[in-house]
């Protein structure tokens, strides 16, 4: 009876591994998805997602210290009779903003100061995990990686373009399929202002992928991932508000206010994946790793070069040597 048993289950397995066979040979055959399949077996493989939600973290950290500046700020410069119905239109103009949590507009001299230091230093913290994120997709070695000093400076550069560049994607996005600034753009506008901030959120990506790297790369090396990252992130800048609208309020009843703390950790993350794919397409064009094996690896030249890289990734002097040695597998 067991020899039966082990019989059935060994023949089970060899029909398993014959259909992996005949899915790894079929996706070599083709080029879109032998990239693709390389794109997330690297993600897999640098073990993005652990470096996605560390970027999801600081980002989390981030929004309410600015949403406590602009809340003072806006508590300074508007009369009283204005200031609930400004900043109601402004929390709607906002992804994953629910206004009916944002109020009390007051003008605070500490709220301020903590507000702006808070927001610096996780600013700054968040700059430097993207950037150590795009620095291990490119397999950069370790020495090759900037200094403290010099992290916390390219971060406040950051900070200064691209984050007004991702305040303003934000803007234009809500003035767009929000009602609630008031202008009517019609038809041709609403269309015009999606292809508009659809392509500010790609420039925006071609920018951070050029600036956070430590590789001599250009702008049509990065272009291809900054299409996929910024198309994407276009979408769920608009699911976003039909989050709010439609799904966020059910939920509060339920779980209160961490259903807000849920849903931005939630998006944070997703956009966080969504940029390290776009990264890891750009590495994976770039240095031509595809196509790679989905059983036995490795067996490609793309399969190779990879565990080269990781293997350089890892070194910490620039006199370090480091080579990477196949041996082939036992029976082969």
């Known amino acids: ?16 591994m ?12 083709t080029k ?8 997330f077996k690297k993600f897999s493989e640098d073990r993005s997602s652990g470096l996605a939600a560390q970027i999801a973290f600081w980002a989390f950290f981030s929004i309410f210290p600015l949403l406590m500046v602009l809340v003072t700020v806006l508590g300074w410069v508007l009369q009283s009779s204005a200031k609930d119905e400004v900043l ?28 702006l230091v808070t927001a610096l230093w996780s600013g700054i913290g968040g700059v430097r995990t993207v950037q150590n994120a795009f620095n291990a997709v490119w397999e950069v070695p370790y020495y090759e990686r900037p200094k403290l000093a010099e992290q916390i400076l390219r971060s406040l550069g950051v900070l200064v373009t691209i984050g007004v560049g991702l305040v303003l994607t934000t803007l234009v996005s809500g003035l767009v399929t929000s009602s609630a600034s008031g202008v009517h753009l019609g038809v041709l506008g609403r269309a ?50 039909l989050i709010i609208s439609n799904r966020l309020q059910h939920a509060q009843a339920t779980y209160g206010h961490f259903a807000i703390v849920i849903t ?59 080579e990477a040695r196949i041996h082939p597998r036992h029976g082969k």
Not at 2 to 8: D, P
């Open 88 to 115: 109601n239109h402004v929390a709607q103009m906002f992804p994953l903003l629910d206004p009916s949590t944002v109020k009390g507009l007051s003008g605070s001299v500490w709220a301020l100061v903590v507000g």
């Open 264 to 322: 931005i950790l939630w998006w944070f993350y997703l956009t966080a994946i969504v940029t390290l794919l776009g990264a890891q397409l750009n590495v994976v064009l770039k240095e031509r790793l595809f196509p790679r094996s989905v059983v036995d690896a490795p067996q490609t030249q793309a399969d190779r070069e990879a565990l080269q890289a990781y293997a350089q990734e890892r070194t910490y002097q620039p006199e370090e040597d480091v």
């Open 1 to 16: 009876m067991s020899f039966r048993v082990r019989s059935a289950s060994s023949a089970g397995s060899c029909q398993t």
């Open 192 to 241: 015009a202002g999606y292809v508009l901030a659809a392509a500010l959120d790609v420039g925006l990506f071609v920018a951070a992928f050029r600036m956070l790297t430590d590789r001599e790369i250009g702008f049509q090396d990065v272009l291809p991932g900054a299409i996929l990252s910024g198309s994407v992130f276009f979408v769920l800048e608009q699911i976003s508000s």
């Open 32 to 39: 879109p998805t032998s990239i693709a399949l390389a794109t």
């Open 18 to 29: 014959g259909v992996l066979h005949s899915i790894d040979s079929a996706q070599k055959k």
